[in-house]
Structures are given as C-alpha cells and as structure tokens.
Nanobody, 120 residues
Framework: VQLQASGGGLVQAGGSLRLSCVAS????????VGWFRQAPGKEREIVSG????????YYADFVKGRFTISRDNAENTVFLQMNSLKPEDTAVYYC??????????????WGQGTQVTVSS
C-alpha cells in the first residue's frame, strides 16, 4: 500500500491544521494507521493511531485533547485534526500503516512527510 500525507503548512500558535493520509495500491480499510512526527534533532515519535474500523484510537499524552484522528475507509483516507497547535508541535508528520492494531509496534508502510510549522 502506498501512502500520501498532505495538509501541512505554517500556522500561528493556537491555530489548526488538518492532515490527510490517502492510501493507494491496496485498500487501507484493513490496515491500522498511525501518525508520527519528527522534529529536527529529535527521534521520530508516534502521535496517534487508529484501528482499521476506527473503533479504537491511541493518542500520545502530548496531543490528548488537542488532536483527533479519524478515517473514511470509503475514501481510503485517514485524517489528523490538529487544534490548539503549539510551537513544539513543529515537525515533519508522517502516516504509516500496519496490518494489526498495535499502535506502538513497528509499521510496515510509510508515506512521505508533510511539514507542520507553528509560529509563536
């Protein structure tokens, strides 16, 4: 499965962005999907994950209450709604897919990143 992330950009602190991850090649409906980010000089970290049905979600503590993950399997798309953005959310955001629900385990398929920059 090929993944394409988009929706990044420059936003002021307190603002919002909505990232999209579109899958092609194979339907994404049977894959769990995760959003990750990597800031300069830092390791990549998981932000959020969603099961193939959308019935289970995971959020890292640093985004709980601010970010919401969702999916539209008919459109082969997973979304990450990011509200109340902070400068420390600045990073390249990636989406990834794995076949079973275990958001903290290794993901098999990765998309290219989309840059999110939050100005203070």
């Amino acid at each position: 499965v090929q993944l394409q992330a988009s929706g990044g950009g420059l936003v002021q602190a307190g603002g919002s962005l909505r990232l999209s991850c579109v899958a092609s090649g194979r339907t994404v409906s049977r894959y769990a999907v995760g959003w990750f980010r990597q800031a300069p000089g830092k390791e990549r970290e998981i932000v959020s994950g969603i099961s193939w049905s959308g019935g289970r979600t995971y959020y890292a503590d640093f985004v709980k209450g601010r970010f919401t993950i969702s999916r539209d399997n008919a459109e082969n798309t997973v979304f990450l709604q990011m509200n109340s953005l902070k400068p420390e959310d600045t990073a390249v955001y990636y989406c990834a897919a794995r076949q079973s629900w275990d958001p903290l385990k290794e993901y098999n398929y990765w998309g290219q990143g989309t840059q999110v920059t939050v100005s203070s």
